[in-house]
């Protein structure tokens, strides 16, 4: 079994501190992804959570926008739709005014 516990962990300089072995090594990889306070994980997690404020606060402009281009175009069809009723009154007044002075000329 020295053999198993040299594989896993043991001192190569003598300060009784293990130092080297598959235990060491998988400890020292892992040590900055969980370590206590700011670790990568908790990095990249901040990273994440201040990637997402900025997508939301993106949206919530593009959605303002997009209201306010709604509200430009309805009124925009609001006034084409008046300058039409408009113009067809104009065009069944002009008619009518045309058939009136027909109907005049042929009286005659």
Known sequence: PEGV????GSDNDGDTRIDSGMAFRVETVLRPYVSSGKNIIANKMDL?????????SRIER?????KKYEDKLRKKFSTMEQSISGAKSQGDWMKNQMKGMQGGSEEK
């Open 62 to 66: 593009h959605q303002d926008h997009l």
């Open 5 to 8: 516990e040299e594989f896993f």
């Open 48 to 56: 994440e959570d201040t990637n997402i404020q900025a997508t939301n």
